[in-house]
């Protein structure tokens, strides 16, 4: 389940204390518990384990004043996922129902909220300092940002340059500030930190590549998802935008997603043309520069965990 | 308009600047400052101004350093407004569009996490310190957990103290909070610190009550909203928790509020009780418990301000 649970003794030496702490932080009030406990059922722990695996890349940070950052990233992720389905109305994630669906958009909403609270006050209170608020805070703003951006062209074709943009404020920048505050808060030397978050930066695009191209081609019984929801719901991403440049049957292609109707048609369309090894080339491209962004000067073990979950991102399948 | 503006020389010497400092803070993207804009039009300031009145009360604080948490109280208080109105599905607020309304409750969801992360963004970077971020996640966190107890009881009787932790945790702790931080910033002592919170917490209590009053009894064409809307949307509040305990038409009463229906039938039960003077009676005796807790080392020009905005809480019409 926990793909990072095997990786390498730091990732497995916290995952226990982890969970631990995320049930923890939820458990003040019961109504809270019972409503996010099983948010947090599933779900990889990518972001809090890639700001572990680079707080001990090169300096031992220790367990005890990482760990509150680590479940704060967590929390903050879950909340732009339970506000995210509102925002679709989606009935189930990760298999569970949603707190949408189970308690209503009132209480979603206010669910969200409180687990950026709740974030924000693990961090307040664990004296990270101002950069670490600095970053959470404007991390969250930015996947506001890219999430109005979406929202408000629903079923326009991007460009390339928007498309990236998109998918930099919704999932890269979240990846880099993970690697970011781990190179922060062990305090490694700038050159060091501007480089974990080029790595994260990567690594985030790759990830949001590979999902785009998960939602079209991927196996549904793996992905959990019906094939094509993106378009469906208006969200054009990179396959479309390329099948759109090299297709003969563009124009058909972009009545299709510019209504999300016959997303099928759509696929089929998309499989006659290069899109998916163009799309693979670019994720690879982007996973590429992670490891080269990688310092030299980090710990062997942690270095080789760094681009395991490099590998994992453009060989997932869901 | 702003009820503060002529109080004194610190609120009129701030006012033009933290509405200059809220634009600011909006206008990073277009669309967020074009979305964002109306909903501070209109407003008393009440917090920022209660942050600012106390953050000048003994020793000066300077405008500078002051300002932006000013604005953050504001920012708050604003996210907050926009997802009720998500939960309560308001079309209109102050006489304007919501968010909810105008762009739906996608939109709404992202442009309130956008101003409570903006917020804490402005925190971090102004370097309050540990104490005042905690303060206000943990301000956050309340309102979320206060307004999920009222969203999980509607037509439900609360007993008078389930009434209190309500509007506690909804409205008297924020005010609490802006005394407190107002405080804390110019470096009161412990107890001058604990005095201005405890005035800050019963002016937030005195100000909920007259609130619930002014539902039931405002006059619409002041307040711009409908009489007893709390009533259809099953919120019970001290009004109705009164007349239940005295009213020889309290069965009556009891059907019609757990219902939510025919409103203005529980108006007329309700005045016919004692309950507007039982709740008049209540809120004075907060105020007169906040005045109380002015400590005596405060400026008199800030004493007397303080004062006046607690008379305005019990006197006000809207």
Known sequence: MNFMAALNEVASKNLCVLEEQIRESISEDTFIFEACAPLFKGGKRLRPMLFLLCANSKNDFPQKKSMPLAVALELIHTASLVHDDIIDSSKKRRGVETSNSKYGAQIAVLIGDYLFAKAFQLVAENNYGAEVSSTLSKLVKNLCVGEIMQDRSLYEVPTLGEYYTRINLKTAIFLSSCCRLGAIVSEMDKREVE???????????AFQIIDDLLDFFGDEKITGKPRGGDLKSGVITLPV?????????????????????????????IQATDAVDYCRTRAEAHIESARVNLPLTLKTSVALALEQVADFIVDRTR
């Open 195 to 205: 480089n974990l978050t080029a790595y994260g930066t990567n690594l985030g695009l």
């Open 241 to 269: 935008i390329r099948a759109l440049e090299v297709s003969d049957e563009a124009p058909t292609l972009r009545k299709i997603v510019t209504s999300g109707k016959d997303v099928d048609a759509a696929i089929k369309i």
